[in-house]
C-alpha cells in the first residue's frame, strides 16, 4: 500500500512536470482572439439588456452558458439534471402604513418612527423602558408581552453602524424573552434623523430561503431628536398601540448556471477546485448622456463571465488532475445573493470544494498586469505569478484595500465557509477616473474594451486554473489569515 502510495506520487510528479510544459500549448489550443471577443460581444449586448436579475434576458444568457458548456461536453454536476441551479429571491416592500400611539403623541411610520426589520401587526400592550437594553438591562426584566423601549447603541458608543449590529443583539434579547416589539430612541447626532430617514424602509431584494426565514418582532427605530424620550418612557409605565402594515412580498427566481469536468488522478478527483464569476448586472436604467439606458455590464462582469466559459471549454478539452467545477452566479449585484445561495444550497458536499478562483471586475486602468485580490492570502500565489508571466502580464495583489473589494464579491461567500478563494481581476491600481467612467455606467459597452489585452488576460486566467487543478499540494489559506480557523473547521473530518 505504502509503496504504491510513493509511486503513484512520483508518477503524478512526473504528470505535473510534463503538463507544466505544455499547459501554454494546451491553453492556446481552445482560446482564440476571436473567441474571447465574440462571446464578450454576446454576453455584454444591447440585446441582453444589462442582465438583470430577474429578467428574461438574464436567462438567455444562462441559456447561452449551459448550452456551451453542453456542447464543450462539460457535465452536470452528479446530483443535478440541468445546468442550471433554481436561486429563489424575495422583494420586499416594507410596511408603507404604521403609528405608534402613547398617551397623547403619536408617531407616524417613515416620518417619526422606521421599521429595521420585523413583522407585521397590530399590538396594544405596555411600554416597559430599559435604558440601553444591554444584557444586564433586560436580565431581571418582565417584557413579556409587552413593547420594550430602549435607548439606540451603547453607552458611550455613538457609532451608529455599530448600533445596528447592538439593536440585534437587543432584538434577539426582547423576542427571548416574549417582547411583542422593540423601539430604539433615535438621538445620533452622528447621522441625523432627517438622513438616516432616507436610507431605511425601501424595497429589498434579498434570498427566499422558505421555511428557515424568521422575520421576528417588529424592531423601529424612533426620533428622539431632542433627546426627551428616555425620561418620557422611564418615568411610567404606559399603555402603547402599534400598527404596522402594507408589506408587500414578491417572490422570484433566477438562476446560477453550474458545470463539472471529472478529474484525471484517482487520488485527487475528490477535490474540487470552483472557477466561478457572475453573470448578472444592473439592467436598464438612467440614460447617460449620450442616452445609452443600457448598463451592459461588459467588465462587470461579461468578460470575467468569458474568462471561466474558456476555462470550461478547455478543460472539458484536457481535464484536470482535480475535478473542475464552473460556476455562473446570479444576482451578484443584489448583494452576492447568488454565491450565498450556493454554499448554503452547496451541489456538492462544500468540504470537498479546496478552492473558488473567482473571476470579477470593475474596470482597468493597467493592461501590463493583472491584479488578484486576495494574492498572498493562499498558497497558490505561485501558480498565479507564472500564468501572468507566461503571457507577458505582471501579477499585483489587492491595491485599494480601503474599498474592501474581497468583501464585495462572491468568493467571500466561500471564504466565509472556510473555503480558500481568491478573485481575479483585470490591471487595476486605483479607482481611477479610468475606472469610473465605466464602472456600472451605460457606456461599458463592448467595443470599448482592448481585446489584445483581454486575449492575453483570458489566457492567463486559463492557464491559472489549470496550474491550480494540478498543484501536487491542495491550496490553503495561510497561516494567520482571517478566514484560516473557518478553514480548519470546515476541513477538519478529512
Ligand atoms: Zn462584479
Given at each position: 500500500?505504502?509503496?504504491?502510495?510513493?509511486?503513484?506520487?512520483?508518477?503524478?510528479?512526473?504528470?505535473?512536470?510534463?503538463?507544466?510544459?505544455?499547459?501554454?500549448?494546451?491553453?492556446?489550443?481552445?482560446?482564440?482572439?476571436?473567441?474571447?471577443?465574440?462571446?464578450?460581444?454576446?454576453?455584454?449586448?444591447?440585446?441582453?439588456?444589462?442582465?438583470?436579475?430577474?429578467s428574461p434576458e438574464q436567462n438567455i444568457a444562462a441559456k447561452y452558458?449551459?448550452?456551451?458548456?453542453?456542447?464543450?461536453?462539460?457535465?452536470?454536476?452528479?446530483?443535478?439534471?440541468?445546468?442550471?441551479?433554481?436561486?429563489?429571491?424575495?422583494?420586499?416592500?416594507?410596511?408603507?402604513?404604521?403609528?405608534?400611539?402613547?398617551?397623547?403623541?403619536?408617531?407616524?411610520?417613515?416620518?417619526?418612527?422606521?421599521?429595521?426589520?420585523?413583522?407585521?401587526?397590530?399590538?396594544?400592550?405596555?411600554?416597559?423602558?430599559?435604558?440601553?437594553?444591554?444584557?444586564?438591562?433586560?436580565?431581571?426584566?418582565?417584557?413579556?408581552?409587552?413593547?420594550?423601549?430602549?435607548?439606540?447603541?451603547?453607552?458611550?458608543?455613538?457609532?451608529?453602524?455599530?448600533?445596528?449590529?447592538?439593536?440585534?443583539?437587543?432584538?434577539?434579547?426582547?423576542?427571548?424573552?416574549?417582547?411583542?416589539?422593540?423601539?430604539?430612541?433615535?438621538?445620533?447626532?452622528?447621522?441625523?434623523?432627517?438622513?438616516?430617514?432616507n436610507y431605511i424602509g425601501g424595497p429589498s431584494i434579498s434570498l427566499?430561503?422558505?421555511?428557515?426565514?424568521?422575520?421576528?418582532?417588529?424592531?423601529?427605530?424612533?426620533?428622539?431628536?431632542?433627546?426627551?424620550?428616555?425620561?418620557?418612557?422611564?418615568?411610567?409605565?404606559?399603555?402603547?398601540?402599534?400598527?404596522?402594515?402594507?408589506?408587500?412580498?414578491?417572490?422570484?427566481?433566477?438562476?446560477?448556471?453550474?458545470?463539472?469536468?471529472?478529474?484525471?488522478?484517482?487520488?485527487?478527483?475528490?477535490?474540487?477546485?470552483?472557477?466561478?464569476?457572475?453573470?448578472?448586472?444592473?439592467?436598464?436604467?438612467?440614460?447617460?448622456?449620450?442616452?445609452?439606458?443600457?448598463?451592459?455590464?461588459?467588465?462587470?462582469?461579461?468578460?470575467?463571465?468569458?474568462?471561466?466559459?474558456?476555462?470550461?471549454?478547455?478543460?472539458?478539452?484536457?481535464?484536470?488532475?482535480?475535478?473542475?467545477?464552473?460556476?455562473?452566479?446570479?444576482?451578484?449585484?443584489?448583494?452576492?445573493?447568488?454565491?450565498?445561495?450556493?454554499?448554503?444550497?452547496?451541489?456538492?458536499?462544500?468540504?470537498?470544494?479546496?478552492?473558488?478562483?473567482?473571476?470579477?471586475?470593475?474596470?482597468?486602468?493597467?493592461?501590463?498586469?493583472?491584479?488578484?485580490?486576495?494574492?498572498?492570502?493562499?498558497?497558490?500565489?505561485?501558480?498565479?505569478?507564472?500564468?501572468?508571466?507566461?503571457?507577458?502580464?505582471?501579477?499585483?495583489?489587492?491595491?485599494?484595500?480601503?474599498?474592501?473589494?474581497?468583501?464585495?464579491?462572491?468568493?467571500?461567500?466561500?471564504?466565509?465557509?472556510?473555503?480558500?478563494?481568491?478573485?481575479?481581476?483585470?490591471?487595476?491600481?486605483?479607482?481611477?477616473?479610468?475606472?469610473?467612467?465605466?464602472?456600472?455606467?451605460?457606456?461599458?459597452?463592448?467595443?470599448?474594451?482592448?481585446?489584445?489585452?483581454?486575449?492575453?488576460?483570458?489566457?492567463?486566467?486559463?492557464?491559472?486554473?489549470?496550474?491550480?487543478?494540478?498543484?501536487?499540494?491542495?491550496?490553503?489559506?495561510?497561516?494567520?489569515?482571517?478566514?484560516?480557523?473557518?478553514?480548519?473547521?470546515?476541513?477538519?473530518?478529512?
Amino acid at each position: 500500500m505504502k509503496a504504491r502510495l510513493i509511486l503513484s506520487t512520483v508518477f503524478s510528479f512526473l504528470l505535473v512536470g510534463a503538463f507544466a510544459q505544455n499547459t501554454q500549448a494546451l491553453v492556446e489550443e481552445t482560446v482564440t482572439h476571436s473567441g474571447v471577443q465574440a462571446k464578450i460581444e454576446f454576453l455584454a449586448s444591447d440585446e441582453l439588456r444589462g442582465r438583470d436579475t430577474p429578467s428574461p434576458e438574464q436567462n438567455i444568457a444562462a441559456k447561452y452558458l449551459a448550452t456551451r458548456m453542453k456542447e464543450w461536453g462539460v457535465k452536470m454536476a452528479p446530483s443535478m439534471d440541468d445546468y442550471r441551479q433554481q436561486v429563489n429571491f424575495k422583494n420586499v416592500t416594507p410596511p408603507s402604513d404604521g403609528t405608534f400611539v402613547v398617551k397623547d403623541s403619536s408617531y407616524v411610520l417613515g416620518e417619526d418612527i422606521l421599521l429595521l426589520d420585523g413583522t407585521s401587526g397590530n399590538f396594544e400592550a405596555k411600554v416597559v423602558f430599559l435604558d440601553y437594553g444591554s444584557e444586564e438591562d433586560f436580565a431581571d426584566a418582565k417584557v413579556d408581552g409587552k413593547i420594550v423601549v430602549v435607548r439606540l447603541g451603547a453607552k458611550g458608543e455613538p457609532n451608529v453602524r455599530k448600533a445596528f449590529g447592538a439593536g440585534r443583539e437587543k432584538k434577539k434579547r426582547a423576542a427571548e424573552k416574549g417582547a411583542l416589539a422593540l423601539i430604539e430612541l433615535y438621538t445620533s447626532t452622528q447621522i441625523s434623523w432627517k438622513i438616516i430617514k432616507n436610507y431605511i424602509g425601501g424595497p429589498s431584494i434579498s434570498l427566499d430561503m422558505g421555511e428557515e426565514e424568521e422575520e421576528g418582532i417588529p424592531h423601529l427605530w424612533l426620533d428622539d431628536s431632542y433627546n426627551t424620550g428616555s425620561k418620557f418612557f422611564a418615568e411610567k409605565s404606559r399603555k402603547a398601540q402599534l400598527n404596522i402594515g402594507g408589506e408587500t412580498i414578491d417572490r422570484f427566481s433566477a438562476y446560477n448556471v453550474i458545470g463539472m469536468v471529472e478529474g484525471t488522478n484517482p487520488e485527487l478527483k475528490d477535490e474540487i477546485v470552483v472557477y466561478s464569476a457572475h453573470y448578472d448586472h444592473v439592467g436598464v436604467g438612467q440614460p447617460d448622456a449620450d442616452g445609452d439606458t443600457i448598463y451592459n455590464g461588459t467588465r462587470d462582469n461579461g468578460i470575467g463571465s468569458i474568462t471561466v466559459l474558456e476555462a470550461a471549454h478547455n478543460i472539458a478539452k484536457y481535464p484536470l488532475e482535480r475535478t473542475s467545477m464552473f460556476i455562473f452566479f446570479t444576482g451578484e449585484e443584489k448583494g452576492l445573493l447568488g454565491s450565498e445561495w450556493f454554499v448554503e444550497h452547496p451541489v456538492v458536499p462544500l468540504e470537498s470544494i479546496v478552492m473558488c478562483f473567482n473571476s470579477d471586475n470593475a474596470g482597468y486602468n493597467d493592461t501590463t498586469i493583472t491584479t488578484i485580490i486576495g494574492l498572498e492570502r493562499t498558497t497558490a500565489t505561485e501558480a498565479f505569478v507564472t500564468a501572468g508571466e507566461t503571457y507577458g502580464l505582471g501579477t499585483i495583489p489587492d491595491q485599494m484595500p480601503d474599498q474592501n473589494l474581497f468583501d464585495r464579491s462572491d468568493q467571500v461567500s466561500f471564504a466565509r465557509k472556510g473555503i480558500p478563494a481568491v478573485m481575479y481581476t483585470m490591471g487595476v491600481t486605483a479607482f481611477d477616473d479610468q475606472v469610473l467612467e465605466f464602472y456600472h455606467q451605460a457606456g461599458d459597452n463592448p467595443d470599448s474594451v482592448d481585446y489584445d489585452y483581454l486575449f492575453k488576460f483570458t489566457k492567463a486566467y486559463v492557464h491559472a486554473c489549470r496550474l491550480v487543478g494540478n498543484m501536487a499540494e491542495r491550496p490553503y489559506w495561510t497561516e494567520g489569515d482571517k478566514y484560516f480557523e473557518a478553514g480548519e473547521e470546515l476541513y477538519k473530518t478529512q
